[in-house]
């Protein structure tokens, strides 16, 4: 059963960039830092690619921010996305925001299976899966694992961690959990959210980064969705942690011993 | 009102400590808006469980069914909205665990209210709460507002004492009707990952390991259990299936807070450090001196951790002994 697939792409610092806080606390210093698509969302695009692999359809990339963005749809569409969407937004945003655009788009597009990452590394939230599943009476797979190892044979052949029922109506879906690994059906359409080791996701071929200019990409004007697009989470302040002091070295394990046993007292 | 709403995490109907931590987050919140702490404990068989959690001066809604008995956000979200409602919070919250991250989201969505995931503390002053929360993996502490009537929280629970016993409070028994067969899920099966060891989360010492073991943790196994200690470990080493998912320390895995963490191998990659930088004493053990972890340890060693650690096995013996 060809299926429609939508999967999220956002925008982010790179995670090996050095985050600092501006001096007022008001945001991050930007300059010098670089921009990729969230590490979770690459996960989730690879995913939509591995199910049409397999099944068949089509896989949607979307995106909220302003044109820069537009560079992330590019990416997916380099890994084999079939067509993006760009709603365009300038200012901050957050999960109850995103959210409720998300739910426009898929009043809209109608995809079987939404695949999210289950969290963006600048704001750490892990929460759009869950309200989009809830704004719209979906089911909620979150923290998509796969049950084999990303060395394993399986992942070699680049299966989905995500398992169609065989009557097309559900997913089964791994979820990584406190002590172990739950697994459950979800409906189609159904809101995925995935993990680290779910896949690992392909680099962007030659021939694919040539064909991803060529690809559609629909852009829609947030203002345009009628939704109130202003942040309940207000960043009121940012600021670096405490710094920890460290650097002390000891020259062998006796010192460490001493050290641990009679100055921390922790043995 | 500013009542606060706690949901608590079970199961089999063992609490899960986290769930203390988060009463007493609740309690710090409902002592600035005057409020009272109520707790939504949702499962099947849990009635001695809410009696124990009355036992912390709360009131316990319990909602007591079959169909609870594994859990799903699906069914959990609107029997804990409901409760919000009922119980007049405007404030819902729970420990930032897998259950807490998956279920408070789809709460607060039903009930119009935005979230704040794994505070770390309060600010504001008075009955206007804001919450403190990491950002960039820890890099970046915010301050955040949440411009809802009701507000959603999930809570570190390393960062909040667990909650005392106190005057006893009252049991109420909660709407507990649930049709299975009409949510958008089904629990398929759980599969528990078995450990002799202390849980992460809850270890007074963790010894973690990373690329440096290349894949022999068995060292850092036998000074776990000779500590008491947890076993932890890097992305590197979970990912390369040295050892099971549910070890990963770090941004996107535990974050732990031991009284002494010992990182034997692990160069310190910032998502790993941002997992573990609130230990009280942290032991470096690594034979690159370059490597970033260094300029967090309180102890470094460099060394070969497979010389270093069977020798500092033995001193611990040792020392037992005297």
């Given amino acids: ?267 | 009102m500013g009542n606060v709403l706690i949901i608590a995490e079970q199961s089999g109907g063992h609490l899960k400590k986290a769930t203390l931590h988060a009463i007493s987050a609740g309690q710090a919140i409902a002592g600035r808006t005057g409020g009272k702490v109520h707790v939504a404990l949702l499962g099947k068989g849990v009635g001695a469980l809410a009696t124990e959690l009355a036992g912390y001066g709360v009131t316990v809604h319990a909602a007591d069914a079959a169909g609870f008995e594994h859990y799903l956000a699906e069914a959990f979200a609107p029997v804990v909205a409901e409760l919000a409602k009922a119980s007049g919070a405007t404030y819902v919250g729970a420990a930032a665990t897998a259950f807490g991250k998956d279920l408070v989201p789809r709460v607060a969505a039903r009930l119009g209210a935005a979230t704040a995931t794994e505070v770390l503390g309060f600010g504001g002053a008075g009955p206007a709460v804001t919450f403190h929360r990491p950002m960039w993996a820890g890099n970046v502490l915010a301050e955040v507002d949440l411009a809802t009537p009701v507000k959603a929280f999930t809570i570190r629970p390393t960062e909040f004492p667990a909650a005392q016993k106190g005057a006893a409070g009252e049991v109420k028994a909660a709407a507990a009707a649930v049709d299975l067969a009409a949510l958008p899920v089904r629990f398929v099966e759980f599969k528990e990952v078995k450990s002799e060891r202390p849980e992460l989360t809850e270890a007074r010492i963790v010894v973690s390991g990373g690329r440096g073991t290349k894949g022999d943790f068995k060292e850092l196994e036998g000074l776990a259990d000779d500590l008491g200690a947890a076993l932890g470990a890097t992305r590197a080493a979970v990912d390369a299936g040295w050892v099971p998912n549910d070890l990963q320390v770090g941004q996107t895995g535990k974050v732990v807070a031991p009284e002494l963490y010992i990182a034997a191998g692990i160069s310190g990659a910032i998502q790993h450090l941002a997992g573990m930088k609130g230990s009280k004493v942290i032991v470096a053990i690594n034979k690159d001196p370059e490597a970033p972890i260094f300029q967090l340890a309180d102890y470094g060693l460099v060394a070969d951790l497979f010389k270093a650690v069977p020798e500092l096995r033995e001193k611990i013996k040792a020392g037992k002994g005297s």
């Avoid at chain 1, 999220?8 to 008001?26: M, N, Q």
């Avoid at chain 1, 997916?76 to 739910?103: E, Q, T, Y």
């Avoid at chain 1, 065989?166 to 959990?177: L, P, T």
């Fill in chain 1, 1 to 267: 059963m060809p299926l429609k697939i939508l999967v999220t792409a956002k925008r982010v610092e790179d995670p090996e960039s050095k985050i600092k806080v501006k001096p007022d606390g008001t945001g991050i210093v930007t300059e010098g830092v670089n921009y990729k698509m969230n590490p979770f969302d690459e996960i989730a695009v690879e995913e939509g690619l591995r199910l049409k692999e397999k099944h068949g359809g089509e896989v949607i990339v979307a995106s909220i921010g302003n044109d820069k963005s537009m560079t992330e749809i590019r990416a997916a569409l380099a890994m084999g996305a079939d067509r993006g969407i760009l709603v365009k937004h300038d200012g901050p945003l957050d999960p109850v925001v995103v959210s409720a655009i998300l739910d426009k788009v898929l009043e809209k597009e109608k995809p079987d299976v939404v695949l999210l990452g289950k969290q963006s590394i600048d704001d750490d939230q892990n929460q759009v899966g869950q309200y989009l599943a809830e704004r719209r009476g979906l089911g909620q797979g979150t923290f998509a694992s796969k049950v084999e190892s990303l060395e394993s044979e399986a992942e070699q052949k680049k299966q989905p961690g995500i398992g169609l029922a065989a009557d097309g109506k559900s997913v089964r879906v791994v979820r990584e959990v406190d002590g172990g690994l739950v697994t459950v059906d979800v409906s189609l359409p159904a809101i995925v959210t995935c993990d680290l080791r779910l896949n690992k996701p392909r680099f962007a071929s030659l021939p694919g980064i040539m064909k991803a200019k060529k690809k559609p990409v629909e852009e829609i004007a947030a203002a345009s969705l009628g939704l109130d697009l202003a942040p309940k989470v207000v960043v009121k302040k940012l600021s670096e942690p405490p710094k920890r002091q460290g650097g002390l070295k000891v020259a062998d394990v006796p010192e460490l011993y001493a050290k641990l046993k009679g100055e921390a007292k922790v043995l």
